[in-house]
DNA sequence: TTGCCCTATGTTAGCGATAACGGAACCAGA
DNA sequence: TCTGGTTCCGTTATCGCTAACATAGGGCAA
């Protein structure tokens, strides 16, 4: 365990420690002392010893932003997500930190909110520190997002959706063809009267193309969404029931629920359980995501994996890779599609044959 | 809408942007464009139009590592926290996001798995930054770690725990007396044969001290826990479920239930409600934090409200003082104790009277 | 001994911005 | 005309560190 010691007269002056400090205290020049807390270049040991002792006794921690301004290299990787509240990106996250850990880079998150105008200031923020790479949620950004992204000068990821051209590097899954898959499953299942719960927010992007893709694949069936119901806010359980309940009452005949996330699809779940409705037999269910609060479920929810984690981790991949290129940067962008699969569950019926 | 076109030279020569080129293509001194650019001092309003059509047109981006060591200034406020995946700690961070944003400070969020070693290296790496505060979740540290928060140089909030000694600023709420007054409740509902269901991770520091506590409350009232059952890993419906199960298999005669956090707390309730349970006539339930999540609950679970979004936007708040007043950072440490109010939901019986 | 390589360390010159000060231009009042 | 005050903008000197090069001293072969 380092000791950390305070040396007396710093408290006193409150200057803050400089390598000149430790070069001092160690008899060395800073140029050494630099070497030994970076481990590079050759260094004996006796004097990496008497280094390592002296910045440790002064408690010295070294200045960063002196040290990338210098050197012109960063270990910050700047991750652009629209929200921390909703489940889905703590876990990209999660996988972005995993990968990233091994090799020295940083990530530093910034959250957008659903704001284009917000990405776009914390994009510029986050470039003003110059990092060695960036991850973005989403393809859609402002013009201006954009052309920052481009010139950024270092690897872009934009992930969790590759339905659409990206700037650099892209990883993610095609959300419309989720929504067009679980639509198939759905009429392959034999459901025909199918109602749609999902987010109001124009902003968010994947959730409208699952929906697109839904209506896509119900119309090669013939079929269409015969209600639907929007809300604003968080996911929640309690808007769930609450936007089940005013669809099942306005619309009582139908037969599947499909829910564009699975927070809402469990309130909906949970409120057509205490009803009495027979699921997935007079009603089916399904959500979106394959989050793990599910599996507590009195049944569990047919879903879609999202492949959070793995994005978050192949973004890393790439990013990782790219700054340890270098200046060499230009490597051709990389476009990584996952495939999501269904989890039927408990509240989708086995298809339906002939 | 800024228009970020690029210039052609730059493209191809890929040398990055300063201060230089916008002054180049606004024919005036790099300190006016500066000065322009950061709004400060006096320019002219024409000079400063010339300014910001060259540094759009250019798309260029103000480099922050050369400006913070030249200016001593940086606008990043350090907030360090055990997990993301916890529901608690991101709501914790709104608050601090919130309150922030209006000071042109940035919060940079690192995650220390509730490793000891692990939060020590995150802090030196963030104070290699020079951060302009810094928020940590908890009161416990290494000893080295303490030693950095108090030669960071900078304003320190430790949040969530109040029990205990704080390096310099404190907010939060005493878990001592969370688990005490639960306990309290408990008993004066009538509650006798109480079971108490936790996470086995040492180093959740703010769950222990709650668990001391609610022993002691028991302690008073002549009782004890009878049965307990702690699991690893992150909280989650299903761990709730099977721990209840276990529970009441091996202790078939407990009346109460308590949980160190609503999610598995959640899980134990759905499951004593599929197996007929009477709650709360026969069995009480409850658990801690009072996430959202509850309301949407087939009955509402007896909590506690951790007064997370408000201990955040406190400790920014602080930090925010104390960054303006600049230099005079000597003010002194701040002691902000929350009250945690019982949200008895319908899993505990009302009080007996007499 | 000379010459050469190798290791360990020091010296110099920035990195891209800002603080602090200096000074020019201009106006007003004595 | 001179003084003094604005307003606006430029010059100079860092900030703390590292890249690149320079240098010292030793070992070893010829």
């Known amino acids: 365990m380092p000791r950390t010691p305070v040396d007396p ?22 140029m050494t002392v630099s070497r030994v807390l970076r481990n590079r270049g050759d260094v004996s040991e006796t004097t990496r010893i008497k280094v390592l002792e002296a910045a440790r006794t002064l408690g010295y921690v070294p ?103 990206g700037v650099d590097s892209v990883v993610g899954i095609s959300h419309r ?57 968080g996911s929640a359980l309690l808007k769930g029931r609450e936007m089940t309940e005013a669809m099942m009452r306005r619309s009582p005949d139908l037969d599947f629920l499909y829910y564009s996330n699975d927070m809402i699809g469990a309130g909906g779940l949970l409120w057509c359980l205490e009803q009495g409705y027979d699921v997935p037999g007079r009603l089916g269910l399904a959500g979106f995501n394959g989050v793990e609060l599910l599996q507590g479920l009195p049944r569990r929810l047919a879903t879609m994996d999202s492949c959070r984690r793995e994005i978050g981790q192949r973004a890393a991949q790439i990013i990782a890779a790219r700054a340890c290129e270098g200046a060499s940067a230009d490597a051709a962008p990389e476009r990584i599609e996952l495939e999501p699969v269904i989890q039927p569950g408990d509240t989708i019926r086995p298809p339906s044959r002939g």
């Open 9 to 30: 007269r710093r408290s006193a002056s409150h200057r803050p420690l400089t390598l000149r400090d430790v070069s001092e205290a160690s008899g060395v020049s800073e």
């Open 63 to 165: 200045n960063k932003i002196a040290g990338a301004l210098a050197s012109q290299r960063v270990n910050l990787v700047g991750v652009v997500i629209p929200s921390l509240s909703n489940l889905v990106f703590p876990e990209v996250l999660s996988g972005i930190s995993a990968e990233l850990d091994e090799t020295g880079l940083q990530p530093v998150v910034g959250v957008t909110n659903y704001s284009p105008a917000r990405e776009e200031s914390v994009l510029y923020e986050m470039l003003s520190w110059r990092p060695a790479g960036l991850v973005v949620a989403g393809l859609e950004h402002t013009e201006a997002a954009r052309a920052m992204l481009a010139n950024a000068g270092a690897p872009v990821v934009e992930i969790m959706d590759v339905d659409g051209e």
């Open 177 to 233: 063809r989720a929504g067009l898959h679980m639509a198939e499953a759905i009429v392959a299942s034999g459901y025909r009267r199918i109602g749609f719960l999902g987010t109001k927010m124009p902003e968010d992007h994947r959730a409208r193309k699952r929906l697109e893709g839904f209506r896509e694949g119900l119309a090669a069936a013939g079929l269409g969404i015969e209600d639907t119901e929007f809300y604003s806010g």
